[in-house]
């Protein structure tokens, strides 16, 4: 354990931050599990709206720092393919 009371600060602040990080990481994978779920259902519909909700959390944790822009990319573009493989 740290001595010095900057040491200390610095061990509470990670801490903190990843408790927030995991929180935020969970609740990214799970808006990409319910696309993934609509889209074994067969269902375009929820499917797209899953992707939208997904897109938008994808996003945020890019820009947060949770992943890096170019893996947020990558499973949107993912993502996509598989709802627009339902439409036709």
């Not at 931050?17 to 599990?33: G, V």
């Not at 938008?56 to 598989?82: E, F, T």
């Amino acid at each position: 354990m740290a001595n010095i009371a900057s040491a200390k600060k610095r061990a509470r602040q990670a801490e903190e931050r990843r408790l927030r990080n995991k929180s935020r990481r969970s609740e990214m994978r799970t808006s990409m599990k319910k696309v993934l779920k609509a889209v074994k259902t067969g269902d375009h519909d929820q499917a797209q709206q899953a992707y939208r909700g997904a897109v938008r959390v994808l996003d945020r944790s890019a820009n947060r720092g949770i992943i890096h822009k170019n893996k947020a990319a990558r499973h949107k573009s993912r993502l996509n393919a598989k709802v627009r493989s339902l439409a036709g």
